[in-house]
């Protein structure tokens, strides 16, 4: 399937350090999302780049697409405690029909 | 009141008993989904439904079957539940022609003994 695979699967760093997550899928997309679990909890989605965009930006978040390398990477910068929780990336294949998760990286921000 | 409300929130059962999870939304999206998660494996589409009338397999529907009851409600059952069907199951709602973006419930966590 279209799955996404996300690196690294952890991630630890220091309060108001950036935190960077990438993600790399197979085949062609129609759009890539990100979304936050915190434990147990329900996912939330944060933000959607299609495939014929490069940047786009959401407060403390920064998300590129490269479709050449089939890859994508989510930046959170000045990390917060709150940001502890794991995240997730999602396909939208060409076809638009369903969302294909990764396996998640899980992001602990120490105070 | 939540957007998507899953019942029950948690479920305990042994194997062999028919359990059903239920879904209901009140934002009025035609699109609803169910997923499965798993410690390590990310979410696994069981079954979608893009209209009241339209039913569709996902990765992992062997076991599993659903009903579309009405636009806002949609049930995900078990018929003879196995301790391999624990998990943490999550109803999904989208909406067509808004790219796909998913809103979730808060889950509901079962255990098959």
Redesign the interface.
Known sequence: ?Q?GEEDPQALSIQEGENATMNCSYKTSI??L?W?RQNS??????LI?I?SNEREKHSGRLRVTLDTSKKSSSLLITASRAADTASY?C?I?NSG?S???????TMLLVSP | DADVTQTPRNRITKTGKRIMLECSQTKGHDRMYWYRQDPGLGLQLIYYSFDVKDINKGEISDGYSVSRQAQAKFSLSLESAIPNQTALYFCAISRTGKSGELFFGEGSRLTVL
């Open positions: 399937s799955q129609n759009n999302q979304y147990g909890r329900g996912l939330v989605h959607l299609r997730f999602a939208m638009y369903t969302l294909t998760f990764g396996k998640g």
